[in-house]
Each structure stands twice: as structure tokens, then as C-alpha cells.
């Protein structure tokens, strides 16, 4: 009844929000842009869509600076710190660019379309995965490092340090191979019933994240072979996505019963519900922590710590969002193929 409350209050009670033309800028990709992100220095930005484009833009002006064109729709990109990008196809194949020279380094391919393409930020490679294969590259030249064959679709892969990545599959499995020489080096399965959406390691691989169809997510922490179930997070349906905050003290989580939680991750505690008016999409805290980005159907919400500081409005259903380091201005775009900058809302406004 208390969130159903929170729910009401948000719809009946005027907010002061941003329309989409009121939008401190606006990059028309023309297609569904399917992602979009800053490069290092965020003086450049690029939006990838369902048309096969890349455009790169000019990030203070809005110029367009030059379009990289693909043969399938692309489902994401990745921009390195040293001007290289990646984009993957719904096709199979992956592409690293210099997007100084608009040159193409090198190209692989998979059997099917990628779930997540992943950056290595301490060794020049980089970690794709389908439903059933993994495979790790150089990203010097695009040589096959690693690959393996699943049975069970996967449901996430992470990096663990320098020589070993951790694959979770659907039905609660774990794996750590050692990438140099394809050895299984510990093998468990996580005591949950619910099937698993996705999981994340702390920074010392100590514990784990997980998220489940069942409307939980879980702490668990690893010692070997083992996983310790530590806490476990409730929503009323399934999970889309949970994250650890910068210092590991909380947890976020989002799902389709229309709100975002968060959590103690010392002590299992709730600390807060974010309601919307939809399911959630997809959370973010800004550089500091200081404030939340949320996007559920047609609006990314900012949040404090006293509640809803602003919306932004959108045409067309929000795909996707992001902070800039700053942590004051936000990137959104969306079903209408358009890409929009918003500052944050300065005190006094």
C-alpha cells in the first residue's frame, strides 16, 4: 500500500519536468539509436542504431563529424580511451575503428549476435559473448586468445583479474577459466531456484551480485568452490539489473514492478524505493553519488536524497541513459532516434 501510495502522489502531484524541446541539445540519428556514449575527453560522442549507422558528432557543437557505416543493425559500441570504438551487429560481427583516421583495424565474427562486448581496462583485449560461446581477442591485431562453448545459455561473463574470466549461465552455474590455457580453475552453483538474468563481482572478487526472473537479487560470497548466500533483495517480479555503489556499501536494483531499490550491502537493510510509472529500464548514480538516473517508458527521472529532484520528458520510449564524469549533465535517447543532452538542475531553478 506505501508504494502505491509513493505511485499516486508521483502522478497526481504537478512536477516541474523537461520537455524533449526543451533539450539543452539534440543529435537526430535519424534511425532507432540502439546506443550512445562520450569519448575520453567527451568532446566528441557517437549514437549507433538499428539503420546500420555510427555517427560521430561533435559534442559542443552537435556537428556531425563523420558516419561509419555497417551491413546489419548495430547493437552497441564502445569508446576506449585512446579514440578507438568498437561496435558490434546483430550479424555477428565486432569492429574496432580509430575514429582519428575512420579506418577499420580489424573485424571478427561470431555465430550469433553478441549479448555484451566488454573493454579489458588492464590488458589490450576485449570479452564477447553470445547465448552459448565466449570468445577473448587482442586488441592489437584481433588474434583469438580464448574461446569456449556453453550448453546453457549465459546469462553474464566477467573479467577476474589477469588471467581468468568468470562465465554464469541461466540455471545458477559458475566457471573460471584461465584464459591462457582454457583450464576450468573452480566450478559451483549458486543454491537459487530462480533462473539467473545477470550477475557482478566486487572489485576484489570476494562477493558477488546476482539477479533473478524470480524478483530476486542476491549477495553471495565466494571462497573457492563456494558461494555463500549473504543477502537476498526482493522485488515482486523479475530483475533487469542491480550495481554496486563506488565503495561497495550499497546496491541498486531495478525491475519490472515499476521501481528502482536500494539497499545496505553490509547489511541486507532497504534504504529506499524509487517508484515510477513503469517498469524501470535501467539506474545509474552520478560521479559523486550524490544523485540517481532512472529511465522507465518515455522519461528519465534524477533523484536525491530526498526524492524526485526533475524529470526529463521523451516522444517515444527511452532506451537508454548516461552521466556524463562530470556527473551534471545527462545523455538520453530513444525510440524516436534521437539523441538529447540535459543538464542537471542548478539550485535556485
Known sequence: MYHFLILVFMLLTPLTGVSAQNAAMRFEHGGTITAAGWNSDESQLFTAGDDGRLILWDAASGDILAELQHDSP?????????????????????????????????????????????????????????????????????????????????????????????????????????????????????????????????????????????????????????????????????????????????VMTWAADDTVKLWDAQTGEELRVLSHPDWADGALWNSDERYMLTWAHTAAYIWDENGLVTLFQHPDLVRGALWNSQGDHVLTWAWDGVARLWPLPQEGD
Open 74 to 250: 548495430l547493437l552497441g559500441a564502445i569508446w576506449g580511451a585512446d579514440g578507438r570504438l568498437l561496435t558490434w551487429q546483430e550479424n555477428g560481427l565486432i569492429a574496432l575503428w580509430d575514429t582519428n583516421t575512420l579506418s577499420q583495424l580489424w573485424q571478427v565474427s561470431l555465430e550469433d549476435a553478441p549479448q555484451a562486448v566488454l573493454w579489458d581496462d588492464q590488458q589490450p583485449r576485449i570479452l564477447a559473448y553470445t547465448q552459448h560461446a565466449v570468445g577473448i581477442w587482442s586488441l592489437d591485431d584481433g588474434a583469438l586468445l580464448f574461446t569456449v562453448q556453453t550448453e546453457t545459455p549465459l546469462a553474464s561473463v566477467n573479467w577476474s583479474g589477469e588471467d581468468a574470466v568468470y562465465l554464469f549461465d541461466e540455471e545458477n552455474d559458475v566457471r573460471r577459466f584461465a584464459i591462457s590455457s582454457g583450464e576450468v580453475l573452480s566450478a559451483f552453483s549458486l543454491q537459487h531456484r530462480g533462473m539467473l538474468l545477470g550477475a557482478r563481482l566486487n572489485q576484489d572478487e570476494t562477493r558477488l551480485l546476482t539477479w533473478h526472473v524470480d524478483g530476486f537479487a542476491i549477495v553471495w560470497r565466494i571462497a573457492g568452490q563456494n558461494a555463500e548466500r549473504i543477502f537476498s533483495f526482493r522485488h515482486r517480479t523479475f530483475v533487469s539489473g542491480a550495481r554496486w555503489n563506488a565503495d561497495e556499501t550499497r
